[in-house]
């Protein structure tokens, strides 16, 4: 499931789609009114050893089974470091050479290959997608004329923040989500308003690619990995699944660390399948605070590359302080205590959690990779690196401010109260039809075909190019229930059938696919 501006975590099912790379845009480092600062090499030194034992504790607490940390302070690597586990259960330790999956935190690195891509003239910002990939639409004439790279960077399209996420929860690959876009509806009027969406990125980057006559797979490499000498870094999954030293993924279950799924994030590699290591995320970090330049010499334009951390677009609050937030080209940017922040964080439902936080004024930078979900590790810890560089202790207990964030959103409170509609059959539930009633193909442009099949008097929904099946539990009359998520085997949402003056179901609704209105199915011959 697709995760990575704050909605409702789970008012619909299909909202938690979208909701945790919501939150991933929408968390940084708490900000208040921005003061001058002047910190030494002396100072940054200083606080690492406070940062390591912090990350070792947060290990022994049971936080996260394993985190890395890189540090980036003018143009240096000061400090790199892994701790514990890739694996519960398994006695491989995570180091400065594990490969962590990005999530959302693969945005930066995205825009920051279309900065290369500018740079060189390739395309611009500013280039609309109707003349880089003609085979795109959005929903209405105007916006598919005029929306540009830059738009889809901001998510200032229209497009809504669950576009697609839910297609490629089905299994759709790629281009087949990318085209069914234009089926959608806009959330708001083109360029209004700041919809987080992971599939307009994907666009964006993708289109960005077309004049090289690459896969955007090959374009990351060639502009950026290679370059850098990020050699552990890719954004496709077959790479990550390669790597000897990778980091699995975990949730809780029952209360303890668990690698209970994966995650293929192909399908929006741009804006969610970035794998890589602390070591080759500090060049990263280098080349984005010297605004392109990196060992010496300008590889991308300070022109190109500068215009990704311009605020464009309001995103909404800071979730600690209420303060305006606001997003640029795939970074988030924050007027904070100590100026301002560049940042962005990641997250798969499956288990992974992602940050990058840098401070351009002082040249400071820090990314943590961590291999569990739902946590607000990675912020907590940059903000307690923060105030020891600054401030010489923590402010705060910053990890447990940022736990209770996440768990107010996604915490097993949450998916309680979401699952207890329906974890209790009524009273007198009214029985339903015979099989053969709902049995049957339902289709619409953006789910494409569902079928309904009755497999020995029990009902099974088949959905996506692979048909995956998913048994349907009878809760009252026409209404049945289904798990979408792995990940919460628990989570049961309705199955609506409508039904005709033929006592056969005419129309079926799927409620985990109705955030956007696409889950209303009509039966089809």
Do not use: C
């Not at 001058?36 to 947060?58: G, Q």
């Not at 694996?87 to 962590?100: E, H, L, Q, R, W």
């Not at 599939?199 to 077309?210: D, H, L, M, S």
């Not at 311009?310 to 606001?326: E, H, K, S, V, W």
Request: charged residues 20%; without cysteine; negative net charge.
């Amino acid at each position: 499931m697709a995760l990575s501006g704050m909605r409702p975590a789970f008012g619909r099912v299909g909202l938690r789609l979208a909701a945790v790379a919501l939150i991933a845009a929408g968390m940084a480092s708490a900000s208040t009114p921005a003061r001058p600062e002047t910190i030494t090499r002396e100072k940054v030194l200083a606080a690492l050893p406070a940062l390591e034992k912090r990350a070792r504790d947060t290990i022994a607490s049971g936080s996260v089974p394993g985190l890395s940390i890189a540090v980036v302070y003018r143009d240096e690597v000061v400090y790199l470091g892994g701790f514990g586990v890739r694996d519960v259960g398994k006695p491989d330790m995570v180091d400065a050479d594990t490969v962590f999956q990005l999530a959302s935190f693969s945005k930066p690195i995205s825009s920051t290959i279309v900065a290369a891509l500018v740079s060189d003239g390739t395309v611009s910002w500013d280039q609309r997608i109707a003349d880089l990939d003609p085979g795109f639409a959005l929903h209405d004439a105007y916006p598919t004329q005029q929306v540009t790279v830059r738009d889809l960077f901001a998510h200032r399209s229209g497009l809504s923040g669950n576009a697609g996420n839910d297609l490629e929860g089905l299994g759709f690959d790629r281009a087949e989500i990318l085209h069914r876009l234009r089926y959608l509806k806009p959330s708001s009027s083109f360029r209004a308003a700041y919809a987080y969406s992971n599939f307009g990125i994907t666009e964006g980057a993708v289109a960005a690619a077309k004049p090289t006559g690459k896969a955007w797979e090959d374009i990351a490499e060639e502009r950026l990995y290679r370059p850098l000498h990020m050699s552990s870094t890719s954004s496709r999954y077959a790479d990550f699944l390669a790597r000897a030293d990778r980091a699995t993924l975990h949730v809780r279950v029952g209360g303890l660390w668990t690698p209970f799924v994966k995650r293929d994030p192909d399908a929006q590699s741009p804006a969610g399948g970035v794998s890589s290591n602390a070591r080759d995320l500090a060049q990263w970090m280098r080349l984005e605070l010297g605004n392109g330049k990196y060992g010496g010499k300008q590889l991308i334009k300070e022109a190109a590359i500068s215009e990704t951390h311009q605020p464009l677009i309001i995103r909404g609050p800071n979730p600690i302080t209420g303060d305006p937030a606001f997003y640029g080209l795939g970074w988030n940017v924050d007027y904070g205590e100590h100026g301002v922040v560049w940042g962005h964080a990641g997250a798969f439902s499956q288990g992974a959690r992602t940050l990058v936080n840098l401070l351009p004024s002082e040249q400071l930078g820090i990314v943590v990779l961590t291999n569990a979900f739902p946590v607000g590790v990675p912020e907590g810890l940059a903000d307690i690196f923060f105030d020891l560089v600054f401030e010489g202790h923590a402010s705060r207990d910053w990890i447990k401010v940022w736990n209770d964030i996440y768990d107010a959103h996604f915490g097993r409170a949450v998916i309680e109260a979401a699952v207890a509609p329906y974890a209790t059959l009524p009273a007198s539930p009214s029985r339903a039809l015979p099989p053969s009633a709902y049995a049957g193909t339902y289709a619409n442009d953006y789910v494409g075909q569902v079928e309904v099949a009755d497999n020995d008097e029990a009902l099974e929904l088949r959905m996506g190019p692979a048909k995956t099946p998913y048994p349907l539990k009878h809760f009252d009359h026409d209404l049945f229930l289904y798990a979408p998520f792995a990940e919460t085997p628990d989570w049961l949402v309705s199955v609506a059938f409508t039904i005709g003056p033929d006592q056969k179901a005419s129309h079926v609704t799927i409620d985990s696919l109705n955030d956007d209105g696409q889950g209303v199915l009509a039966r089809v011959e």
